[in-house]
Protein backbone atom coordinates (compact mmCIF):
# COMPACT_ATOMS: atom_id res chain seq x y z
CA UNK A 1 0.00 0.00 0.00
CA UNK A 2 2.99 2.45 0.14
CA UNK A 3 3.15 2.45 -3.26
CA UNK A 4 -0.21 4.47 -3.54
CA UNK A 5 1.20 7.42 -0.99
CA UNK A 6 1.14 11.11 -1.98
CA UNK A 7 5.00 10.28 -2.72
CA UNK A 8 4.28 7.93 -5.76
CA UNK A 9 1.44 9.83 -7.67
CA UNK A 10 -0.64 7.98 -10.55
CA UNK A 11 1.32 9.19 -13.87
CA UNK A 12 4.73 8.35 -12.01
CA UNK A 13 3.64 4.56 -11.66
CA UNK A 14 2.60 4.55 -14.80
CA UNK A 15 5.87 6.18 -16.52
CA UNK A 16 7.34 3.18 -13.88
CA UNK A 17 5.15 0.74 -16.15
CA UNK A 18 6.41 2.02 -19.21
CA UNK A 19 9.82 2.26 -18.48
CA UNK A 20 9.94 -1.74 -17.44
CA UNK A 21 7.98 -2.79 -20.26
CA UNK A 22 10.31 -0.93 -22.67
CA UNK A 23 13.20 -2.63 -20.80
CA UNK A 24 11.86 -5.74 -20.73
CA UNK A 25 11.62 -5.67 -24.58
CA UNK A 26 14.36 -4.17 -25.19
CA UNK A 27 16.22 -7.17 -23.77
CA UNK A 28 14.40 -10.03 -25.32
CA UNK A 29 14.83 -9.23 -28.73
CA UNK A 30 18.36 -8.13 -28.02
CA UNK A 31 18.94 -11.65 -27.06
CA UNK A 32 16.74 -13.62 -28.91
CA UNK A 33 18.49 -11.98 -32.30
CA UNK A 34 22.01 -12.27 -30.99
CA UNK A 35 21.01 -15.88 -29.84
CA UNK A 36 19.75 -16.99 -33.25
CA UNK A 37 22.09 -14.71 -35.63
CA UNK A 38 25.68 -14.16 -34.00
CA UNK A 39 25.90 -10.44 -35.00
CA UNK A 40 27.44 -7.92 -33.49
CA UNK A 41 26.23 -6.50 -30.30
CA UNK A 42 26.51 -3.17 -30.90
CA UNK A 43 23.76 -3.61 -33.93
CA UNK A 44 21.68 -5.54 -32.48
CA UNK A 45 21.34 -2.79 -29.53
CA UNK A 46 20.73 -0.02 -31.67
CA UNK A 47 18.27 -2.09 -33.92
CA UNK A 48 16.15 -3.82 -30.72
CA UNK A 49 16.16 0.09 -28.89
CA UNK A 50 14.28 1.23 -32.20
CA UNK A 51 12.03 -1.92 -32.09
CA UNK A 52 11.40 -1.51 -28.18
CA UNK A 53 10.24 2.17 -28.69
CA UNK A 54 8.09 1.77 -31.69
CA UNK A 55 6.45 -0.73 -29.81
CA UNK A 56 6.30 1.20 -26.99
CA UNK A 57 4.90 4.22 -28.72
CA UNK A 58 2.35 1.85 -29.99
CA UNK A 59 1.34 0.09 -27.11
CA UNK A 60 1.09 3.68 -24.83
CA UNK A 61 -2.05 4.54 -25.81
CA UNK A 62 -4.23 1.59 -25.78
CA UNK A 63 -2.62 0.49 -22.36
CA UNK A 64 -3.25 3.89 -21.23
CA UNK A 65 -7.10 4.07 -21.83
CA UNK A 66 -7.59 0.55 -21.90
CA UNK A 67 -5.99 -0.70 -18.45
CA UNK A 68 -4.06 2.35 -16.66
CA UNK A 69 -6.06 5.24 -16.71
CA UNK A 70 -9.31 3.05 -15.16
CA UNK A 71 -6.71 1.45 -12.85
CA UNK A 72 -5.98 5.04 -11.87
CA UNK A 73 -9.13 6.32 -11.25
CA UNK A 74 -10.20 3.42 -9.16
CA UNK A 75 -6.90 3.90 -6.94
CA UNK A 76 -7.95 7.78 -6.62
CA UNK A 77 -11.32 6.90 -5.82
CA UNK A 78 -10.19 3.99 -2.94
CA UNK A 79 -8.00 6.18 -1.81
CA UNK A 80 -10.79 9.34 -1.08
CA UNK A 81 -12.61 7.05 0.28
CA UNK A 82 -10.10 5.44 2.96
CA UNK A 83 -8.90 8.86 3.67
CA UNK A 84 -13.24 9.36 4.62
CA UNK A 85 -13.03 6.46 6.36
CA UNK A 86 -10.08 7.19 8.60
CA UNK A 87 -11.87 10.58 9.13
CA UNK A 88 -14.67 9.24 10.58
CA UNK A 89 -13.28 6.85 12.61
CA UNK A 90 -11.29 9.64 14.23
CA UNK A 91 -14.22 11.80 14.65
CA UNK A 92 -15.90 8.75 16.34
CA UNK A 93 -12.73 8.18 18.52
CA UNK A 94 -12.62 11.88 19.31
CA UNK A 95 -16.38 11.83 19.86
CA UNK A 96 -16.52 8.73 21.97
CA UNK A 97 -13.96 9.40 24.01
CA UNK A 98 -15.50 12.86 24.95
CA UNK A 99 -17.78 11.36 26.76
CA UNK A 100 -18.12 11.85 30.19
CA UNK A 101 -20.44 8.88 30.89
CA UNK A 102 -18.32 4.99 31.23
CA UNK A 103 -18.76 3.94 27.70
CA UNK A 104 -17.54 0.14 26.79
CA UNK A 105 -18.17 -2.35 23.94
CA UNK A 106 -18.72 -6.48 25.30
CA UNK A 107 -19.58 -9.04 22.74
CA UNK A 108 -21.52 -11.98 23.99
CA UNK A 109 -18.74 -13.87 25.86
CA UNK A 110 -18.44 -10.42 28.56
CA UNK A 111 -15.34 -9.64 26.62
CA UNK A 112 -14.48 -5.82 26.59
CA UNK A 113 -14.24 -5.08 22.89
CA UNK A 114 -13.59 -1.29 23.13
CA UNK A 115 -13.89 1.69 26.37
CA UNK A 116 -13.50 5.18 26.27
CA UNK A 117 -11.49 7.45 28.48
CA UNK A 118 -14.06 7.62 31.07
CA UNK A 119 -13.92 3.94 31.69
CA UNK A 120 -9.84 3.78 31.20
CA UNK A 121 -9.93 6.27 34.24
CA UNK A 122 -12.96 4.84 36.58
CA UNK A 123 -10.26 1.37 36.06
CA UNK A 124 -6.92 2.91 36.57
CA UNK A 125 -5.90 0.72 33.63
CA UNK A 126 -4.88 1.53 30.15
CA UNK A 127 -6.50 0.71 26.73
CA UNK A 128 -4.41 -2.64 26.09
CA UNK A 129 -4.95 -3.50 29.68
CA UNK A 130 -8.86 -2.96 29.64
CA UNK A 131 -9.43 -5.03 25.95
CA UNK A 132 -9.99 -8.52 25.58
CA UNK A 133 -11.22 -8.70 29.10
CA UNK A 134 -14.13 -10.08 30.84
CA UNK A 135 -16.07 -7.14 31.99
CA UNK A 136 -16.94 -8.87 35.46
CA UNK A 137 -13.42 -9.55 36.16
CA UNK A 138 -11.75 -6.38 35.54
CA UNK A 139 -15.04 -3.86 36.78
CA UNK A 140 -16.37 -6.50 40.05
CA UNK A 141 -13.36 -8.48 40.87
CA UNK A 142 -15.09 -12.05 40.12
CA UNK A 143 -14.87 -15.04 38.20
CA UNK A 144 -18.82 -14.84 36.64
CA UNK A 145 -21.07 -12.38 36.09
CA UNK A 146 -22.94 -11.31 39.43
CA UNK A 147 -26.58 -11.36 40.25
CA UNK A 148 -28.99 -9.21 37.98
CA UNK A 149 -26.02 -8.84 35.19
CA UNK A 150 -27.37 -6.12 33.18
CA UNK A 151 -25.36 -7.77 30.33
CA UNK A 152 -26.29 -11.22 30.89
CA UNK A 153 -30.17 -9.77 30.96
CA UNK A 154 -29.97 -8.37 27.50
CA UNK A 155 -28.38 -11.34 26.29
CA UNK A 156 -31.47 -13.24 27.55
CA UNK A 157 -33.88 -10.63 27.18
CA UNK A 158 -32.02 -9.19 23.57
CA UNK A 159 -33.91 -5.79 24.65
CA UNK A 160 -32.77 -2.92 26.44
CA UNK A 161 -31.82 -2.92 29.72
CA UNK A 162 -31.07 -0.42 32.87
CA UNK A 163 -30.13 -1.11 36.22
CA UNK A 164 -28.69 0.71 39.49
CA UNK A 165 -25.81 -0.45 41.32
CA UNK A 166 -23.98 0.05 44.21
CA UNK A 167 -20.21 -0.80 43.79
CA UNK A 168 -18.53 -2.09 46.80
CA UNK A 169 -15.27 -1.57 45.14
CA UNK A 170 -15.26 1.87 44.48
CA UNK A 171 -18.41 2.66 46.92
CA UNK A 172 -20.01 4.42 43.89
CA UNK A 173 -23.50 4.22 42.68
CA UNK A 174 -23.74 3.85 39.41
CA UNK A 175 -26.76 3.88 36.90
CA UNK A 176 -25.50 1.30 33.96
CA UNK A 177 -27.63 0.94 30.75
CA UNK A 178 -27.06 -1.89 28.16
CA UNK A 179 -28.60 -2.13 24.34
CA UNK A 180 -27.90 -4.89 22.35
CA UNK A 181 -26.74 -4.37 18.90
CA UNK A 182 -27.56 -6.82 15.83
CA UNK A 183 -26.98 -7.51 12.44
CA UNK A 184 -29.33 -7.33 9.55
CA UNK A 185 -29.90 -11.12 10.32
CA UNK A 186 -30.92 -10.57 13.98
CA UNK A 187 -27.71 -12.06 14.89
CA UNK A 188 -26.25 -10.38 18.30
CA UNK A 189 -22.93 -8.94 17.43
CA UNK A 190 -22.48 -6.91 20.46
CA UNK A 191 -23.87 -4.64 23.22
CA UNK A 192 -23.13 -0.75 24.24
CA UNK A 193 -22.65 -0.40 27.77
CA UNK A 194 -22.96 3.41 29.63
CA UNK A 195 -22.37 3.61 33.44
CA UNK A 196 -23.00 7.09 35.08
CA UNK A 197 -21.39 7.90 38.27
CA UNK A 198 -24.90 8.79 40.10
CA UNK A 199 -23.24 9.15 43.72
CA UNK A 200 -23.70 12.85 43.79
CA UNK A 201 -27.48 12.43 43.08
CA UNK A 202 -27.90 9.94 45.48
CA UNK A 203 -26.52 11.48 48.16
CA UNK A 204 -28.56 14.74 47.16
CA UNK A 205 -32.10 12.21 47.23
CA UNK A 206 -31.13 11.07 50.55
CA UNK A 207 -30.68 14.28 51.80
CA UNK A 208 -33.72 15.12 50.31
CA UNK A 209 -35.59 12.29 51.94
CA UNK A 210 -34.23 13.49 55.02
CA UNK A 211 -35.18 16.80 54.75
CA UNK A 212 -38.73 16.00 53.35
CA UNK A 213 -39.61 14.01 56.59
CA UNK A 214 -38.31 16.88 58.54
CA UNK A 215 -40.28 19.01 56.96
CA UNK A 216 -43.21 16.76 56.78
CA UNK A 217 -42.73 16.97 60.70
CA UNK A 218 -42.65 20.41 61.17
CA UNK A 219 -45.51 20.83 59.07
CA UNK A 220 -47.60 18.17 60.91
CA UNK A 221 -46.57 20.45 63.78
CA UNK A 222 -47.32 23.28 62.11
CA UNK A 223 -51.02 21.96 60.84
CA UNK A 224 -51.63 21.22 64.90
CA UNK A 225 -50.47 24.23 66.09
CA UNK A 226 -52.31 25.79 62.99
CA UNK A 227 -55.90 24.41 63.99
CA UNK A 228 -55.15 24.71 67.42
CA UNK A 229 -54.62 28.15 66.47
CA UNK A 230 -57.58 28.88 64.49
CA UNK A 231 -59.55 26.63 67.34
CA UNK A 232 -58.63 29.32 69.94
CA UNK A 233 -59.24 32.57 67.38
CA UNK A 234 -62.66 31.12 67.05
CA UNK A 235 -63.59 30.85 70.70
CA UNK A 236 -61.83 34.09 70.58
CA UNK A 237 -64.59 35.14 67.89
CA UNK A 238 -67.25 33.90 69.55
CA UNK A 239 -66.31 35.29 72.73
CA UNK A 240 -66.15 38.70 71.21
CA UNK A 241 -69.37 38.35 69.44
CA UNK A 242 -71.13 37.51 73.01
CA UNK A 243 -69.31 40.97 74.10
CA UNK A 244 -70.53 42.74 71.25
CA UNK A 245 -74.27 41.26 72.23
CA UNK A 246 -73.55 42.13 75.48
CA UNK A 247 -72.76 45.73 74.79
CA UNK A 248 -75.95 46.13 73.06
CA UNK A 249 -77.49 44.30 76.03
CA UNK A 250 -78.63 48.01 77.51
CA UNK A 251 -80.30 48.74 73.96
CA UNK A 252 -82.00 44.85 73.93
CA UNK A 253 -83.21 45.94 77.47
CA UNK A 254 -84.50 48.94 76.17
CA UNK A 255 -86.27 47.55 73.42
CA UNK A 256 -87.45 44.72 74.96
CA UNK A 257 -89.18 47.79 77.72
CA UNK A 258 -90.17 49.45 74.80
CA UNK A 259 -92.11 46.26 73.44
CA UNK A 260 -93.53 45.63 76.55
CA UNK A 261 -95.36 48.97 77.48
CA UNK A 262 -97.90 48.75 75.58
CA UNK A 263 -98.93 45.30 76.00
CA UNK A 264 -98.52 46.10 79.83
CA UNK A 265 -100.58 49.43 79.21
CA UNK A 266 -103.61 47.29 77.92
CA UNK A 267 -103.27 44.99 80.81
CA UNK A 268 -103.50 48.25 83.54
CA UNK A 269 -106.61 49.19 81.70
CA UNK A 270 -107.74 45.72 81.68
CA UNK A 271 -107.20 44.98 85.45
CA UNK A 272 -108.46 49.12 86.36
CA UNK A 273 -111.35 47.94 84.27
CA UNK A 274 -112.51 44.91 86.18
CA UNK A 275 -111.86 46.97 89.84
CA UNK A 276 -114.36 49.39 88.23
CA UNK A 277 -116.75 46.81 87.09
CA UNK A 278 -116.31 45.00 90.55
CA UNK A 279 -117.14 48.50 92.18
CA UNK A 280 -120.28 48.97 90.11
CA UNK A 281 -121.47 45.16 90.43
CA UNK A 282 -121.14 44.80 86.64
CA UNK A 283 -119.10 41.39 87.15
CA UNK A 284 -119.97 37.88 85.65
CA UNK A 285 -118.71 35.39 84.02
CA UNK A 286 -119.05 36.46 80.19
CA UNK A 287 -117.17 39.77 81.68
CA UNK A 288 -114.51 38.06 83.88
CA UNK A 289 -113.76 35.79 79.94
CA UNK A 290 -113.25 38.75 77.92
CA UNK A 291 -110.81 40.53 80.36
CA UNK A 292 -108.67 36.94 80.64
CA UNK A 293 -108.51 36.76 76.73
CA UNK A 294 -107.70 40.35 76.75
CA UNK A 295 -104.68 39.85 79.79
CA UNK A 296 -103.90 36.66 78.23
CA UNK A 297 -103.14 37.91 74.45
CA UNK A 298 -100.95 40.83 76.02
CA UNK A 299 -99.21 37.92 78.11
CA UNK A 300 -98.53 36.30 75.00
CA UNK A 301 -97.02 38.77 72.90
CA UNK A 302 -94.85 39.55 75.90
CA UNK A 303 -93.88 35.76 75.98
CA UNK A 304 -93.21 35.94 72.14
CA UNK A 305 -90.91 38.78 72.74
CA UNK A 306 -88.72 37.13 75.52
CA UNK A 307 -88.86 33.82 73.15
CA UNK A 308 -87.46 36.12 70.12
CA UNK A 309 -84.80 37.91 72.23
CA UNK A 310 -83.51 34.77 73.94
CA UNK A 311 -83.23 33.00 70.50
CA UNK A 312 -81.41 36.27 68.87
CA UNK A 313 -79.02 35.99 71.69
CA UNK A 314 -77.86 32.40 71.47
CA UNK A 315 -75.48 32.03 69.43
CA UNK A 316 -75.62 29.12 66.28
CA UNK A 317 -73.76 26.34 66.99
CA UNK A 318 -73.59 24.45 63.49
CA UNK A 319 -74.24 25.92 60.13
CA UNK A 320 -77.54 25.64 58.37
CA UNK A 321 -79.33 26.92 55.90
CA UNK A 322 -81.81 28.97 56.06
CA UNK A 323 -83.47 32.23 54.76
CA UNK A 324 -81.57 35.74 54.58
CA UNK A 325 -84.65 37.36 53.29
CA UNK A 326 -86.36 35.83 56.39
CA UNK A 327 -83.87 36.50 58.96
CA UNK A 328 -83.81 40.03 58.29
CA UNK A 329 -87.30 40.93 58.34
CA UNK A 330 -87.23 39.20 61.72
CA UNK A 331 -84.68 41.36 62.89
CA UNK A 332 -86.82 44.44 61.41
CA UNK A 333 -89.32 42.56 62.79
CA UNK A 334 -88.35 43.20 66.16
CA UNK A 335 -86.64 46.78 66.10
CA UNK A 336 -88.45 48.66 63.40
CA UNK A 337 -91.42 50.01 65.35
CA UNK A 338 -88.76 51.38 67.75
CA UNK A 339 -86.33 53.01 65.74
CA UNK A 340 -89.29 54.71 63.89
CA UNK A 341 -90.95 55.97 67.00
CA UNK A 342 -87.81 56.57 69.01
CA UNK A 343 -85.29 58.29 65.94
CA UNK A 344 -87.93 58.75 63.35
CA UNK A 345 -85.97 56.17 61.32
CA UNK A 346 -87.76 54.41 58.64
CA UNK A 347 -86.39 51.29 57.85
CA UNK A 348 -87.42 49.05 54.25
CA UNK A 349 -87.01 45.95 52.86
CA UNK A 350 -87.23 45.71 49.39
CA UNK A 351 -86.03 42.64 46.65
CA UNK A 352 -85.04 43.22 43.23
CA UNK A 353 -85.45 39.87 42.37
CA UNK A 354 -88.35 38.56 43.79
CA UNK A 355 -88.92 34.98 42.77
CA UNK A 356 -85.16 34.59 43.91
CA UNK A 357 -84.45 32.15 46.65
CA UNK A 358 -82.56 33.57 49.13
CA UNK A 359 -81.07 30.79 51.15
CA UNK A 360 -77.31 30.18 52.00
CA UNK A 361 -75.70 28.27 54.57
CA UNK A 362 -73.97 30.07 57.60
CA UNK A 363 -74.91 30.53 61.15
CA UNK A 364 -78.51 32.30 61.00
CA UNK A 365 -78.51 33.97 64.41
CA UNK A 366 -74.88 35.22 64.20
CA UNK A 367 -76.25 36.67 60.74
CA UNK A 368 -79.24 38.49 62.25
CA UNK A 369 -76.14 40.14 64.75
CA UNK A 370 -74.58 41.57 61.74
CA UNK A 371 -77.71 43.05 60.28
CA UNK A 372 -78.61 44.48 63.69
CA UNK A 373 -75.47 45.86 64.27
CA UNK A 374 -75.34 47.38 60.66
CA UNK A 375 -78.66 49.44 61.04
CA UNK A 376 -77.57 50.50 64.92
CA UNK A 377 -74.54 51.87 63.13
CA UNK A 378 -76.64 53.66 60.55
CA UNK A 379 -79.47 54.82 63.23
CA UNK A 380 -76.39 56.47 65.22
CA UNK A 381 -75.08 58.35 62.16
CA UNK A 382 -78.62 59.10 61.14
CA UNK A 383 -79.53 60.67 64.48
CA UNK A 384 -75.60 61.99 65.36
CA UNK A 385 -76.75 64.04 61.67
CA UNK A 386 -80.20 65.24 63.16
CA UNK A 387 -79.11 66.62 66.43
CA UNK A 388 -75.53 68.47 64.31
CA UNK A 389 -78.23 70.01 61.84
CA UNK A 390 -80.59 71.00 64.26
CA UNK A 391 -83.56 70.12 62.37
CA UNK A 392 -86.55 67.97 62.15
CA UNK A 393 -85.22 64.79 59.92
CA UNK A 394 -86.64 62.01 58.74
CA UNK A 395 -83.96 58.53 59.03
CA UNK A 396 -83.88 56.06 55.97
CA UNK A 397 -82.42 52.70 55.86
CA UNK A 398 -82.84 50.81 52.93
CA UNK A 399 -82.13 47.53 53.08
CA UNK A 400 -82.12 45.86 49.25
CA UNK A 401 -81.53 42.09 48.44
CA UNK A 402 -80.79 40.83 44.80
CA UNK A 403 -79.71 37.52 43.66
CA UNK A 404 -76.92 37.05 40.83
CA UNK A 405 -75.25 33.91 39.33
CA UNK A 406 -75.53 31.82 42.67
CA UNK A 407 -74.60 34.99 45.05
CA UNK A 408 -77.07 37.24 47.10
CA UNK A 409 -75.96 40.67 47.67
CA UNK A 410 -77.74 42.37 50.64
CA UNK A 411 -77.42 46.26 50.09
CA UNK A 412 -78.10 48.59 53.36
CA UNK A 413 -77.93 52.05 52.60
CA UNK A 414 -78.89 55.24 54.83
CA UNK A 415 -79.00 58.90 54.70
CA UNK A 416 -76.55 59.23 57.39
CA UNK A 417 -74.12 61.33 55.89
CA UNK A 418 -71.54 58.84 55.36
CA UNK A 419 -68.60 57.66 57.19
CA UNK A 420 -65.44 60.40 57.63
CA UNK A 421 -62.60 59.40 55.18
CA UNK A 422 -60.29 59.28 57.90
CA UNK A 423 -62.04 55.84 59.28
CA UNK A 424 -63.18 54.70 56.56
CA UNK A 425 -60.86 52.41 55.25
CA UNK A 426 -59.92 50.81 59.18
CA UNK A 427 -63.48 50.93 59.61
CA UNK A 428 -63.11 47.07 60.56
CA UNK A 429 -60.78 47.15 62.75
CA UNK A 430 -61.09 46.21 66.52
CA UNK A 431 -62.09 48.98 68.58
CA UNK A 432 -62.89 51.51 65.64
CA UNK A 433 -65.64 53.15 66.21
CA UNK A 434 -67.29 56.55 64.90
CA UNK A 435 -69.12 57.13 68.03
CA UNK A 436 -67.74 58.28 71.59
CA UNK A 437 -66.46 56.08 74.35
CA UNK A 438 -69.99 55.90 76.44
CA UNK A 439 -72.10 54.86 72.68
CA UNK A 440 -69.74 52.55 71.05
CA UNK A 441 -67.28 49.73 72.08
CA UNK A 442 -65.77 49.62 67.98
CA UNK A 443 -66.63 45.79 68.03
CA UNK A 444 -69.88 45.96 66.22
CA UNK A 445 -68.41 46.39 62.72
CA UNK A 446 -65.15 44.00 63.50
CA UNK A 447 -67.54 41.29 64.80
CA UNK A 448 -69.92 41.86 61.93
CA UNK A 449 -66.94 41.63 59.19
CA UNK A 450 -65.43 38.48 61.23
CA UNK A 451 -68.65 36.63 61.11
CA UNK A 452 -69.51 37.28 57.06
CA UNK A 453 -65.92 36.50 55.84
CA UNK A 454 -64.25 34.26 58.06
CA UNK A 455 -67.63 32.20 59.10
CA UNK A 456 -69.68 32.15 56.39
CA UNK A 457 -67.49 32.75 53.65
CA UNK A 458 -68.78 35.99 52.23
CA UNK A 459 -67.76 39.59 51.88
CA UNK A 460 -68.34 42.74 53.69
CA UNK A 461 -67.41 46.16 52.09
CA UNK A 462 -68.61 49.68 52.89
CA UNK A 463 -68.09 52.82 50.73
CA UNK A 464 -69.79 56.26 51.28
CA UNK A 465 -72.32 57.20 48.80
CA UNK A 466 -74.51 60.57 48.19
CA UNK A 467 -75.72 61.86 51.64
CA UNK A 468 -75.10 58.44 53.43
CA UNK A 469 -72.77 55.31 53.58
CA UNK A 470 -73.66 52.15 52.08
CA UNK A 471 -72.79 48.58 53.56
CA UNK A 472 -72.78 45.35 50.47
CA UNK A 473 -72.99 41.93 51.62
CA UNK A 474 -72.34 39.04 49.58
CA UNK A 475 -73.11 35.66 50.42
CA UNK A 476 -72.96 32.55 48.66
CA UNK A 477 -76.16 31.03 47.78
CA UNK A 478 -76.93 27.55 48.48
CA UNK A 479 -77.14 24.87 46.23
Excluded at 226 to 241: G, S, T
Excluded at 276 to 289: H, L
Aim: with cysteine; glycine share 4%; proline share 3%.
Amino acid sequence: MKVFTKRHSPAYLFTAVMLAIFIAEFVDMTLLDWLHNKWNISSFVLINLMDSSILVVLVYPFLYFLTFKPLIAQIKERTRMAGIIKKSEEEWDTIFNSITDMVSIHDSNFIIKKANESFLKFTGMNRDDVTGRRCYTLVHGTNQPFCNCPHERCLKSREHEILEIEDERTSLSLLVSVSPVFDKDGNFLYSVHIAKDISELKQVEKELRVKSYILERMNKNLTIMVDEEVKKRRQQEQLLIQQSKQASMGEVVGMIAHQWKQPLNAISLTVEDLQDASDFGEIDKDYVRRANTAVMQQVGFMSKTIDDFRTFLIPSRTQRPFDIKKAIEDIVGMFGSLYKKKNNIEIIIETTTPESNFTTIGFPNEFKQVILNLINNSSDAIVSRAESSGKKFIGDIKIELSHSDNKIYVNIRDNGGGIPVDVIDKIYEPYVSTKSEEKGTGLGLYMSKTIIETNMSGTLTVKNVDGGAEFLIMLNAAE
